[in-house]
């Protein structure tokens, strides 16, 4: 993936909260968009999966390859999530669960060390492999199934069934899932809540026009 030109990442929180919650909902859109169809558009899936993988990135904007048209798709579902386009319920429904979910993992301490120990092995992994090769796939769907998945919450993936049973695609499930997670850490961490979301949408969409 083409990292280049490195944009330098907005100094407004709200800014940077909506980048990362565009990745929150760009997984959400993939994971619709793989259940459906079985395909995932290059760009917006190896954002995801190299986001995952960077835990100790050397800026913000490095995190989404810097960029903010990496996250493109997400930026345009955000669009809806503010309401100024027309919401698909089923992706909305996705990225809202990952926001309660990241919720439930911050306050696991065993949990979030469990899925550290899982990344740094999957980290040499990509190292040797590449960061989207299906061996690395596959360790991320297990990282995702092994802590995540074992939560009472859970996303419910609707789509074809033929589909969902494919071979590697629970795995593909997974890893997007996961890395709409590491999206939902990122938003919290620049200070985004989920209350912000319905009394701050006039700041998230005027982040959103600053961020084209």
């Known amino acids: 993936m083409n990292t280049t030109p490195i944009h330098r990442a907005p100094d407004s929180a709200t800014a940077r909260q909506a980048l990362a919650l565009a990745g929150v909902f760009q997984a959400a859109s993939l994971v619709d968009e793989l259940a459906r169809t079985g395909q995932v558009d290059t760009r917006p899936w190896e954002t995801l999966i190299r986001a995952t993988l960077d835990t ?3 800026s913000f904007e490095a995190i989404y390859g810097g960029h903010p048209n990496n996250l493109r798709r997400g930026l345009e579902v955000l669009e809806a999530v ?3 386009t027309q919401a698909n319920p089923v992706v909305l429904r996705y990225g809202f669960s990952l926001l309660l979910l990241m919720n439930k ?7 979030m060390s469990t899925l550290g120990r899982h990344l740094s092995r999957i980290q040499g992994q990509a190292e040797h ?3 989207t090769h299906e061996n690395v796939i ?3 769907g297990e990282a ?3 802590t995540l998945s074992t939560l009472k919450t859970r996303i419910v993936v ?3 069934p033929s589909m969902l049973q494919s071979r590697m695609m629970p795995e593909r499930v ?5 890395g709409g997670i590491r999206f939902a850490l990122l938003w919290h961490q620049q200070g985004g809540r989920r209350w912000k979301l319905v009394f701050q949408r006039s700041a998230l969409r005027k982040a959103l026009d600053q961020l084209g």
Do not use: C, K, N, T
């Open 56 to 58: 100790d990135p050397e």
């Open 82 to 84: 503010v309401g100024r």
């Open 105 to 111: 993992l911050r306050s696991d301490s065993d949990m």
């Open 129 to 131: 492999f590449g960061a």
């Open 138 to 140: 596959a360790s991320l």
């Open 144 to 146: 995702y199934q092994e």
């Open 158 to 160: 609707q789509g074809d």
């Open 174 to 178: 997974r890893a997007i899932l996961l």
